[in-house]
């Protein structure tokens, strides 16, 4: 049963510290998401990946994020200093075509 | 910027009932697709629809596109407790994969 993997699953952290989240896609999947999920502002695309190439990083703050894909089974995204305002869950997707298929998200807490 | 508004918010309704979550926006799609997402997890694709007009059902559930393709709407007959989850749509235009999310509708279903 093939599903997209994050790892860690929870983070707490302090203000200034460096976090990466990492993400496994799905084997054989060209297309990778990175979302970000609050109350607030519900489910936001942050960036995406076609064939590794990144194709739209519009929805993230530059100064801070930094998303990439090092190889086609590993996609990463850093936050770096983070912030109590990033505090929410990131997601990853993977896909192709009209498909995504999310994985279970990192719950990051910035204090 | 292209929004997607769902409504209602919220939805608590006894199990046997009909319901309708709806999701709107001033903008044409080109897809639209249904997700439900549950406590801890990433949503998860229930359906994609693209051409307006276009009606899918699976099992209990029934999803139409507007024929404007600016509106779409979900459909439960007989809710279930295991219906109970967040249920968002999401939108993509013509050549890209970048799909924007709904404000979602939290759905619960009591036994």
């Known amino acids: 049963d093939a599903r997209v993997t994050q790892t860690p699953r929870h983070k707490v952290t302090e203000m200034g510290q460096e976090v990466t989240m990492r993400c496994q896609p799905i084997l054989g999947h060209n297309t990778v998401f990175w979302y970000r999920q609050t109350m607030m502002q519900g489910l936001e695309l942050l960036a995406y990946?076609?064939?590794?190439?990144?194709?739209?990083d519009s929805g993230m703050p530059k100064d801070r994020f930094s998303a990439e894909m090092p190889d086609a089974t590993l996609a990463t995204l850093k936050i770096q200093p983070s912030e109590p305002r990033d505090s929410a869950v990131y997601f990853c997707?993977?896909?192709?075509?009209?498909?995504?298929?999310f994985g279970p998200g990192t719950r990051l807490t910035v204090l | 910027t292209q929004l997607l508004e769902q409504s209602p918010q919220f939805l608590s309704i006894q199990e046997g009932e009909n319901l309708t979550v709806y999701c709107n926006s001033s903008s044409v799609f080109s897809s639209l697709q249904w997700y439900r997402q549950e406590p801890g997890e990433g949503p998860v694709l229930l359906v994609t629809v693209v051409t307006g007009g276009e009606v899918k059902k699976l099992k209990r559930l029934t999803f139409q596109f507007g024929d404007a393709r600016k509106d779409s709407s979900l459909h439960i007959t007989a809710a279930q407790t295991g219906d109970t989850g967040l249920y968002l749509c999401a939108g993509a235009n013509s050549g890209t994969y970048k799909y924007i999310f709904g404000t979602g509708t939290r759905l619960k279903v009591l036994a």
């Open positions: 990946f076609r064939n590794r190439a990144p194709l739209d």
């Open positions: 997707a993977s896909g192709h075509y009209n498909e995504q298929f």
